[in-house]
């Protein structure tokens, strides 16, 4: 099982920008299909971005022009770059480890809280 320990999340203003962490362990993150999801309270958990293991990237999400997903392969981290926060970014954030094909179960870890306010 894929071990994922999120970082960076924090109460800003709008307009700011955040960059999310993810350190993965026990398997090379370039071995691995990476996603960042995202839950806003009270609602349901949405897919952002992924990248899979040759570093093609794909978004999922409105606005995703705000989004930035990378990885640096040195750490074995997995981040998650937020542009012109709005109140609406405001959600615990997941990332989230699947097999190379990005097929089968994910593993999570246990999130990182943003909050933007206006």
């Given at each position: 099982?894929?071990?994922?320990?999120?970082?960076?999340?924090?109460?800003?203003?709008?307009?700011?920008?955040?960059?999310?962490?993810?350190?993965?362990?026990?398997?090379?993150?370039?071995?691995?299909?990476?996603?960042?999801?995202?839950?806003?309270?009270?609602?349901?958990?949405?897919?952002?971005?992924?990248?899979?293991?040759?570093?093609?990237?794909?978004?999922?999400?409105?606005?995703?022009?705000?989004?930035?997903?990378?990885?640096?392969?040195?750490?074995?981290t997995l981040y998650?770059?937020?542009?012109?926060?709005?109140?609406?970014?405001?959600?615990?954030?997941?990332?989230?480890?699947?097999?190379?094909?990005?097929?089968?179960?994910?593993?999570?870890?246990?999130?990182?809280?943003?909050?933007?306010?206006?």
């Amino acid at each position: 099982q894929v071990r994922l320990v999120e970082s960076g999340g924090d109460s800003v203003q709008a307009g700011g920008s955040l960059t999310l962490s993810c350190l993965v362990s026990r398997f090379r993150i370039d071995d691995l299909c990476m996603y960042w999801f995202r839950q806003p309270p009270g609602m349901e958990r949405e897919r952002v971005a992924l990248l899979n293991s040759i570093g093609d990237k794909s978004y999922f999400i409105d606005d995703k022009d705000r989004f930035t997903i990378s990885r640096d392969n040195t750490k074995n981290t997995l981040y998650l770059r937020i542009h012109n926060l709005k109140p609406e970014d405001t959600a615990t954030y997941y990332c989230a480890a699947r097999g190379m094909h990005c097929t089968g179960d994910y593993d999570w870890g246990r999130g990182t809280e943003v909050t933007v306010s206006s």
